[in-house]
């Protein structure tokens, strides 16, 4: 399991095959990666987007990752996970979050990465605010429901 | 018991502040934390709160040295 919180941007593919290289005991172990990239979008709630600004509570983040994701690794059949995920100053089109999970078989990797994405989205402590084209600043109240 | 309090995101804004250090004589629970720390401030919906890096409900009793923090739904991903 490895947990990264990003200050400055990050390419998740990079994030990816530098996981994957230094795994040298995950070799023929897997079968199936599951990757799931969320990118900041230039527009929300009808109105555009120009940047965004992502607080975090420094070790409870990290904290509440690890658990998220032991707590899927209790469930399924993981072999590993990787999860990234930015603070800061983010602009439209950076990659915000990076969760991939490696499992032998398909149905576990994508069951997984699942349950981590959306038990993140409802739990772990990051909050995002937006600045808007028209200047404005307003701070995201809720995520939007989940798909579990 | 010392008690260390910090708030995050929007609330940290609204409240003017992102951390108090409180002494509090007796028992405490996280609810009586945020009434020590905001006497005149009405909590505002939703808020959660953690005790040490974990999420607890607001009748959770807090001990000394803990760092209680409240802040707004996440909404990170």
């Given at each position: 399991m490895d947990?990264?919180?990003?200050?400055?941007?990050f390419d998740p593919w990079q994030g990816i095959q530098a996981h994957?290289?230094?795994?040298?005991?995950?070799?023929?172990?897997?079968?199936?990666?599951?990757?799931?990239?969320?990118?900041?979008?230039?527009?929300?709630?009808?109105?555009d987007v120009k940047?965004?600004?992502l607080e975090h509570y420094p070790g409870m983040t990290e904290k509440q990752l690890e658990k998220i994701v032991a707590e899927a690794m209790r469930q399924w059949p993981v072999i590993d996970?990787?999860?990234?995920?930015?603070?800061?100053?983010i602009l439209p089109n950076e990659p915000i979050v990076l969760v991939?999970?490696?499992?032998?078989?398909?149905?576990?990797?994508?069951?997984a990465s699942r349950y981590i994405m959306e038990a993140l989205k409802s739990r772990a402590p990051f909050w995002k605010k937006e600045l808007l084209k028209?200047?404005?600043?307003?701070?995201?109240?809720k995520n939007t429901d989940g798909y579990l | 018991m010392s008690i260390k309090?910090?708030?995050?995101?929007?609330?940290?804004?609204?409240?003017?502040r992102s951390e108090d250090n409180l002494e509090i004589a007796g028992l405490a629970t996280v609810g009586d934390v945020w009434r020590y720390a905001n006497p005149n401030?009405?909590?505002p919906d939703n808020i959660l709160a953690a005790v040490n890096m974990d999420y607890v409900e607001w009748d959770a009793v807090v001990n000394d040295g803990d760092e209680v923090a409240f802040f707004p739904p996440v909404t990170g991903g």
């Open positions: 947990i990264k919180i990003c200050p400055e941007p994957q290289s230094s795994a040298a005991d995950m070799a023929g172990k897997f079968g199936a990666t599951s990757i799931f990239i969320g990118t900041m979008r230039d527009f929300n709630e009808g109105d940047g965004m600004t996970a990787l999860v990234m995920h930015r603070v800061g100053d991939a999970v490696w499992t032998s078989h398909r149905g576990d990797a994508f069951d028209s200047q404005s600043e307003r701070w995201l109240v | 309090v910090r708030y995050f995101a929007s609330l940290k804004e609204s409240i003017g401030k009405v909590l």
